[in-house]
């Protein structure tokens, strides 16, 4: 019988053949949490924008960087999964199975906004997620970090 992420504690990520349960559906949430990110990144940017004077509708992409970093930031920081992910039950981990310390998620961000900027490596990354037995993208393979569901 496959171990149950509600009983088996982390030692390092779990192993997807033996606990699958914790990458049960990860890709489909990840791309769930990402619209729903994304929608609140919007809202967000529709409420700092009268404080530009409105100018930043010229300069929307800055802006919705300006706002969407520091946000997937504070979020994964705080409690190694942004919003969206909360919503959708998923948490990051670090090699080592904690959460991701301030530092390792201003280093996924920053492979998140660069492969976001190179559309090449955003495919290549997609793909991944759906086709790794971990769910990893570019920039969690680099790091070492894996989303998964998460243990109550």
Known sequence: ???SPHR????????PVREPAFYEGVATKRALAWVIDEALIFVLCLL??????????????VLWMMVGLPYRWATLARG?????????????????????DPQTAGLHVAGYAVSMTL????L?????????????????LALGTAAINRPV
């Open 1 to 3: 019988m496959f171990a």
């Open 8 to 15: 088996v504690p982390l030692h390092g990520l779990p192993d």
């Open 48 to 61: 700092a924008l009268p404080f530009t004077a409105f100018t930043a509708i010229f300069w929307w992409p």
């Open 80 to 100: 190694s999964a942004t919003w969206g992910m909360r919503l959708m039950s998923l948490q990051f981990r670090d090699r080592n199975g904690e959460r991701l």
């Open 119 to 122: 559309l090449p490596l955003q």
């Open 124 to 140: 290549v990354s997609m793909a991944l997620i759906a086709g790794l037995g971990r769910g990893q993208g570019l920039t969690d």
